[in-house]
T-cell receptor, first 114, second 113 residues
Framework: DVKVTQSSRYLVKRTGEKVFLECVQD?????MFWYRQDPGLGLRLIYF???????EKGDIPEGYSVSREKKERFSLILESASTNQTSMYLC?????????????FGQGTRLTVV | GNSVTQMEGPVTLSEEAFLTINCTYT??????LFWYVQYPGEGLQLLLK?????DKGSNKGFEATYRKETTSFHLEKGSVQVSDSAVYFC????????????FGKGTLLTVNP
C-alpha cells in the first residue's frame, strides 16, 4: 500500500514555540505539498517542493518555512507559532510531469496553538 | 489564475436519494479535473478524475463529466448510502510540469438512514 505518513495526528503547542511537522512518503514521488484545511476555506497550499532542496511558495506561505533534505521527507516549520496557525495540516505527494497525476494525502495533523 | 467554485454545504440526504454537487472552474491552459473525498478522521483520497473534454470519470457509483463549454465538473450519484457521508472536494491541476492541485472549499454530505 502506498503511504504518506505524518508524524503526529494531534499537537498542542504554545504561542512563540518553533514547531516542526514531518511528512514521509514511500512512493518515490518528486512532488510534495503542505496544505492547511480550515472550515469554510477548504484546502490552501502553503508550500510545495518538486525536488530535493527545491521549494516554491504556495498561496499562504507567511509564517511558515519548509525543508526537503531527502526525497521522501518534507518538513513544515512554524518559526514562531501563533494562535491563527491553529488548523489541520495535510501533507501530500505526487509524481511529476503528468497532468492527470493523483495526489496522495497523509491523515493530517491537527495543530492547536495556545 | 486557477480557481474552483463548488456548491456550499452542508448537504443532507436520505439513503437512496439522488446526489448532485456542483463544481465550476477557471483555469489557465487545459486542466485535469478531480473529485477527492475525505471520510471522517482521514486524509483526502481520489474519488475520480477526467483529463479531457467530455471524459466521464466514475468510481463507487459516483460520476462526473468534464464539460469544457460550461467549465463544469458536477458530481452525481444515483442512490447514496450512509457510508457516503464525507466531505467532497472538487480540484483541478493545470500549468507547469508540477501540476499543483487547486481545490474548492469542500461540501459536507450527510446521509441519514
Amino acid at each position: 500500500d502506498v503511504k504518506v505518513t505524518q508524524s503526529s495526528r494531534y499537537l498542542v503547542k504554545r504561542t512563540g514555540e518553533k514547531v516542526f511537522l514531518e511528512c514521509v512518503q514511500d512512493m518515490d514521488h518528486e512532488n510534495m505539498f503542505w496544505y492547511r484545511q480550515d472550515p469554510g476555506l477548504g484546502l490552501r497550499l502553503i508550500y510545495f517542493s518538486y525536488d530535493v532542496k527545491m521549494k516554491e511558495k504556495g498561496d499562504i506561505p507567511e509564517g511558515y518555512s519548509v525543508s526537503r533534505e531527502k526525497k521522501e521527507r518534507f518538513s513544515l516549520i512554524l518559526e514562531s507559532a501563533s494562535t491563527n496557525q491553529t488548523s489541520m495540516y495535510l501533507c501530500a505527494s505526487s509524481l511529476s510531469g503528468r497532468r492527470d497525476t493523483e495526489a496522495f494525502f497523509g491523515q493530517g495533523t491537527r495543530l492547536t496553538v495556545v | 489564475g486557477n480557481s474552483v467554485t463548488q456548491m456550499e454545504g452542508p448537504v443532507t440526504l436520505s439513503e437512496e436519494a439522488f446526489l448532485t454537487i456542483n463544481c465550476t472552474y477557471t483555469a489557465t491552459g487545459y486542466p485535469s479535473l478531480f473529485w477527492y473525498v475525505q471520510y471522517p478522521g482521514e486524509g483526502l483520497q481520489l474519488l475520480l478524475k477526467a483529463t479531457k473534454a467530455d471524459d466521464k470519470g466514475s468510481n463507487k457509483g459516483f460520476e462526473a463529466t468534464y464539460r469544457k463549454e460550461t467549465t463544469s465538473f458536477h458530481l452525481e450519484k444515483g442512490s447514496v448510502q450512509v457510508s457516503d457521508s464525507a466531505v467532497y472536494f472538487c480540484a483541478l491541476s493545470s500549468g507547469g510540469s508540477n501540476y499543483k492541485l487547486t481545490f474548492g472549499k469542500g461540501t459536507l454530505l450527510t446521509v441519514n438512514p
